[in-house]
Nanobody, 125 residues
Framework: QVQLVESGGGLVQAGGSLRLSCAAS????????LGWFRQAPGKEREFVAA????????LYADSVKGRFTISRDNPKNTIDLQMNGLKPEDTAVYYC??????????????????WGQGTQVTVSS
């Protein structure tokens, strides 16, 4: 089994910053793409950012490009999402996601094998 545990969510004013972290444990992966998705109330879960095992491929949603940065530390089995210039429309529950495989990529909900439990991010105007 795989466990993904997010941390770092909270309440911040518009224009502020937050850093989310996700720690993977268990029979995780021998290589895998990790990423972030988010779901706002009444909306579908959407892709935010993803990074491959080697960090050679990184993808961002257009809505966060230039404001968010994803990174990973393989020896620690963690990924981070640095979120700057936060906007009220970034308010959502943010989920860590995993697709196993050295060459795996994450581009959408259907690519995800494992989900974290989610962490709330609230941006006030």
């Amino acid at each position: 089994q795989v466990q993904l545990v997010e941390s770092g969510g909270g309440l911040v004013q518009a224009g502020g910053s937050l850093r989310l972290s996700c720690a993977a444990s268990g029979r995780t992966y021998s290589g895998g793409a990790l990423g972030w998705f988010r779901q706002a109330p009444g909306k579908e879960r959407e892709f935010v950012a993803a990074i491959t095992w080697s960090s050679s491929w990184i993808l961002y949603a257009d809505s966060v490009k230039g404001r968010f940065t994803i990174s990973r530390d393989n020896p620690k089995n963690t990924i981070d999402l640095q979120m700057n210039g936060l906007k009220p429309e970034d308010t959502a529950v943010y989920y860590c996601a995993l697709r196993r495989g050295f060459s795996a990529q994450l581009k959408g909900v259907r690519d995800v094998e494992y989900w974290g439990q989610g962490t709330q991010v609230t941006v006030s105007s």
